[in-house]
């Protein structure tokens, strides 16, 4: 793997014009040196990307999830992930189109961006899970950079630094509205990965796995329908107005709902069954969920 830790260090590696600050810049795709059969297995850097590009004839694998950037899309990559290419060499030239920002933490010092950059669920998710825009959200997008380009290659002064900023975060806020849009207008993909999660829950809780294993991580339950946990939350909240982690203790309180209303067993053995070690714990979780206590939910159905 080969890690760059300055920007400079990667427009040195692209054969590409010194970067106009050292903190930060944006190049166009168009102007880099085509991919080679010899390129570095993977990638990382210690800054920000953002990108909006066409790639073909390059297959590329971000994480463990290979993607095709033969459609126009915009990812974003936090400092440290990590991005592998493989060229397929039997294809012709690489025909590539689009920007490219790069944003080194140490640009966004002492800013209100700093604090709130990681806030954007966005930076955590995987490349397949990349922003794909209609032609007017490419244009709003296009534009933005257009004014970050033009500010990044005029003279720098006191003021340089803000304005980019601030049309940086402007790019931010765009992408995530449109983001929402997309969890939105991909309807029927959305609800298949809420009819998946419904099953792989039904039928965690429905064998043993609860005893065996405790509880699933909202990381076991991503990874089971081939999603980043970011992606995921980010989806189910558009879509149900929850969490995933509020998916598994809805479905949670669902089985001990069904075992307190259907069943003999104690409320002890029902704790245990449920993967709790202590009756106070449940009792303590169910109350919170319902405001009814164990035993009084089940006084209900007697």
Same mark, same amino acid.
């Given at each position: 793997m080969k890690h760059f830790k300055t920007i400079?260090?990667?427009? @040195?590696?692209? &054969?590409?014009?010194?970067?106009?600050?050292?903190?930060?810049?944006?190049?166009?795709?168009?102007?880099?040196?085509?991919?080679?059969?010899?390129?570095?297995?993977?990638?990382?850097?210690?800054?920000?990307?953002?990108?909006?590009?066409?790639?073909?004839?390059?297959?590329?694998?971000?994480?463990? @999830?290979? /993607? &095709? /950037?033969n459609e126009g899309i915009m990812s974003f990559m936090s400092p440290n992930q990590v991005i592998s290419i493989a060229v397929d060499n039997k294809a012709e030239a690489l025909i590539q189109s689009g920007w490219v920002i790069y944003i080194h933490p140490d640009f966004l010092w002492n800013t209100p961006l700093a604090k709130t950059?990681?806030?954007y669920d966005f930076w955590s998710y995987s490349l397949h899970e990349a922003l794909f825009l209609s032609d007017k959200e490419e244009a709003i997008i296009n534009s933005i950079i257009q004014n970050i380009e033009q500010e990044y290659q005029a003279n720098i002064d006191k003021f340089s630094k803000q304005i980019i900023i601030s049309q940086i975060e402007t790019l931010l806020n765009y992408a995530e509205r449109f983001y929402n849009r997309q969890f939105i207008t991909r309807e029927k993909s959305a609800h298949e990965i809420l009819e998946r999660l419904e099953a792989l829950l039904d039928n965690y809780f429905n064998n043993d796995n609860i005893v065996n294993k405790g509880l699933p991580t909202v990381q076991y339950i991503a990874e089971q329908l081939y999603l980043s946990p970011k992606y995921l939350s980010s989806l189910l909240r558009t879509l149900t107005g929850q969490n995933t982690q509020q998916h598994i203790h809805d479905k949670l309180i669902g089985k001990a709902k069904e075992k307190l209303s259907t069943t003999e067993l104690s409320v002890s053995e029902i704790a245990y069954a449920l993967g709790f070690e202590h009756l106070q714990s449940f009792s303590k979780f169910f109350k919170a969920k319902t405001n009814l206590s164990p035993l009084e939910f089940r006084q209900l159905f007697n």
């Amino acid at each position: 793997m080969k890690h760059f830790k300055t920007i400079s260090e990667f427009h @040195q590696f692209r &054969d590409l014009p010194k970067p106009q600050h050292p903190l930060m810049s944006i190049i166009n795709v168009a102007n880099v040196t085509h991919l080679s059969a010899d390129e570095p297995k993977a990638l990382s850097f210690d800054f920000y990307t953002v990108a909006i590009k066409r790639v073909q004839n390059a297959k590329v694998k971000y994480g463990q @999830q290979p /993607f &095709d /950037f033969n459609e126009g899309i915009m990812s974003f990559m936090s400092p440290n992930q990590v991005i592998s290419i493989a060229v397929d060499n039997k294809a012709e030239a690489l025909i590539q189109s689009g920007w490219v920002i790069y944003i080194h933490p140490d640009f966004l010092w002492n800013t209100p961006l700093a604090k709130t950059i990681k806030q954007y669920d966005f930076w955590s998710y995987s490349l397949h899970e990349a922003l794909f825009l209609s032609d007017k959200e490419e244009a709003i997008i296009n534009s933005i950079i257009q004014n970050i380009e033009q500010e990044y290659q005029a003279n720098i002064d006191k003021f340089s630094k803000q304005i980019i900023i601030s049309q940086i975060e402007t790019l931010l806020n765009y992408a995530e509205r449109f983001y929402n849009r997309q969890f939105i207008t991909r309807e029927k993909s959305a609800h298949e990965i809420l009819e998946r999660l419904e099953a792989l829950l039904d039928n965690y809780f429905n064998n043993d796995n609860i005893v065996n294993k405790g509880l699933p991580t909202v990381q076991y339950i991503a990874e089971q329908l081939y999603l980043s946990p970011k992606y995921l939350s980010s989806l189910l909240r558009t879509l149900t107005g929850q969490n995933t982690q509020q998916h598994i203790h809805d479905k949670l309180i669902g089985k001990a709902k069904e075992k307190l209303s259907t069943t003999e067993l104690s409320v002890s053995e029902i704790a245990y069954a449920l993967g709790f070690e202590h009756l106070q714990s449940f009792s303590k979780f169910f109350k919170a969920k319902t405001n009814l206590s164990p035993l009084e939910f089940r006084q209900l159905f007697n």
